[in-house]
């Protein structure tokens, strides 16, 4: 198993209630779909370099604002990944299978009027990536490798969802098939395969990007499990967000206010947030739980003793 058990079955729980939700009220789910979408066109384009604000990259998606001191390069981003991402949608729909062909068309979509001559087109050089352990394979063993990817994939099924979105992640960026957008269309690829499986979107957090490059770090060491771990914990966060939406009794509440349930100290429930432990989830810089997390690691706690 490549995911912490507690994890796991953390997960595994929350789906289980969310589906028992359905159908969502579906102005309410439109709502939250739509700022899931622009939260994660944002942290995925902030990840790489793009200095566009939440705010105004939901100006550029939703009015079509040119944002004064910010590259054309920089709103093409934002509109191209929508592109990609409104792709992405139809590809789950549809549920296609994940190819070549199909990564070549989300890789076009993102990198389209930015490097037409690139897009959607494996590189055609050799790349070294700043501060990477070691450099990507070489140009030329690309379409083999990204054939074996795919065949990979497809042995790999008996993954749970979450571990196979992390594995396959990981396995593209290591292969770095194109000249450019790679972490791009891995975070959306990572997502087709969670999307499929009923997960709501899964947003890398701009403000976890050096916990992001680590874990990666240590993949290319050989220990996946870190980041499989990592992404599991993105993952939780957005079924925590759907939950809290959707389900009476599930509202977060500030570490700080956790301590009137319990003896522990604002700094230990961090602690606890942080590690995986407590049932909890990051907003913005902020760690927040629930009553319920709460009382269910006294409980357990209790078992202990």
Known sequence: ??????????????????????????????????????????????IEGNTLTLRETEMVL?????????????????????????????FVKKKAPLTEKL????????????????????????????????SPPQYVKVPKLMLEFIKDIQKSKDLH??????????????????????????????????????????IILNNDRKKYYDTLKKADFGDIKPFVNFVGRMAERSLNLYLSAFKKGMEFIELKEAT??????????????????LDSIKIGRTWFTTKKAIDEYLRKQSLMK
Request: net charge positive; proline share 3%; glycine share 6%.
């Open 62 to 90: 939703e009015r079509g604002i040119t944002v004064k001191g910010k590259s054309l390069q920089e709103h093409l981003e934002i509109i191209n990944h929508k592109e990609a991402l409104s792709n992405l949608k139809e």
């Open 1 to 46: 198993m490549l995911i912490e058990n507690i994890l796991l079955e953390r997960i595994k729980s929350k789906k289980r209630l969310l589906d028992s939700m359905r159908p969502f009220p579906k102005q309410a789910l439109k709502k939250l779909q739509k700022q899931f979408e622009t939260e994660l066109i944002y942290n995925s384009n902030a």
């Open 260 to 277: 009137k349930y319990c003896s522990y100290s604002q700094e230990y429930l961090s602690l606890l947030a942080r590690k995986g432990i």
């Open 161 to 202: 969802p979450v571990e196979l979105s992390a594995k396959v992640h990981y396995e593209f960026v290591r292969i770095h098939p194109f000249f450019d957008g790679n972490g791009r269309t891995a975070r959306l690829i990572m997502n087709l395969i969670l999307m499929q499986k009923g997960y709501p979107v899964t």
């Open 103 to 134: 990564i070549k068309q989300i890789h076009k979509a993102i990198l389209m009027k930015i490097n037409d001559g690139e897009a959607g087109r494996y590189r055609r050089l050799n790349v070294r990536i700043l501060g990477a352990i070691k």
